[in-house]
């Protein structure tokens, strides 16, 4: 444990070397400042309230389009992957999601149902389903017909079974859609807001993106990669080691 953690900070230390180094052969600051240049605009918007408050915007539609984009996958992805009828007929469909560029995907999200928050949630939401779906497609492909013929032996009611039999084994599957769908939600929430909102990181890049304010740029997307990587440790590889334990015993 504590290897792992030196090896992820002497990672991190290296990048900044290379930050460092980069700005220093840049020598100029509007292009590349150096990471302690960030420090002042930091504190003045940890200190006006706008971090936070956008900040909190952001998390909040990354969390509306991570719980439903969760949901329904694991649901569409456990039926295809237990039913091949069903599966023939949405799979057409899938490959079509999956290929979908999610800027198109997030303009006609906003053209058909205009700039608001239900838009924006639907469009990341619409475009993280097929990967959660093809992911858990597996995994219910991957259940142990044994466990199954088990479960219908000792007549399990089917919500024992889903507890018991199914979701364990679809757990991995679960976590690995979920660590992976995490990376990709939050960034098209961005793009989101870039595009078409009055709030949050995306809208404020935007808004500094047009006045060429370097700095503030990277205050608010290192802010913002600072809580996900806090989500990816503490909440999301800790999950994974769980849900693994029982393959490894």
């Not at 006609?108 to 858990?136: F, H, R, S």
């Not at 700095?215 to 849900?243: C, D, K, N, T």
């Amino acid at each position: 444990m504590r290897a792992g953690v030196g090896a992820t900070l002497a990672s991190l230390g290296g990048l900044a070397g290379l930050w460092i180094v980069a700005a220093g052969l840049t020598a100029d600051a509007t292009v590349l400042p150096q990471p302690w240049a960030l420090v002042r605009p930091f504190l003045t918007a940890l200190a006006s309230g706008e971090l936070p408050y956008h900040l909190g915007h952001t998390l909040l539609r990354v969390a509306w389009a991570f719980a439903l984009a969760m949901s329904i996958g694991c649901l569409l992805g456990l039926v295809m992957g237990r039913s091949e009828r069903v599966n023939q007929w949405l799979d057409p469909w899938l490959v079509v999601f999956l290929n979908l560029p999610a800027l198109v995907l997030i303009v006609l999200c906003y053209l058909w149902i205009g700039l608001t928050e239900a838009a924006a949630i639907a469009a990341v939401t619409l475009n993280k389903i097929p990967n959660v779906t093809t992911v858990i497609r597996e995994g219910a492909r991957a259940l142990s017909p044994d466990l199954d013929a088990m479960a219908g032996v000792y007549r399990m009611r089917w919500q024992d079974r889903l507890r018991h039999v199914v979701l364990p084994q679809l757990a991995p599957y679960m976590a690995a859609a979920a660590r992976s769908g995490i990376a990709v939600v939050w960034k098209i929430v961005l793009v989101v807001e870039f595009l078409g909102r009055s709030s949050g990181v995306g809208f404020k890049i935007h808004l500094y993106f047009q006045l060429f304010d370097v700095p503030m740029v990277l205050v608010y997307a290192f802010s913002f990669i600072a809580v996900m990587l806090v989500v990816e440790w503490v909440v999301l590889q800790p999950w994974e080691r769980r849900v693994r334990r029982w393959r490894l015993a």
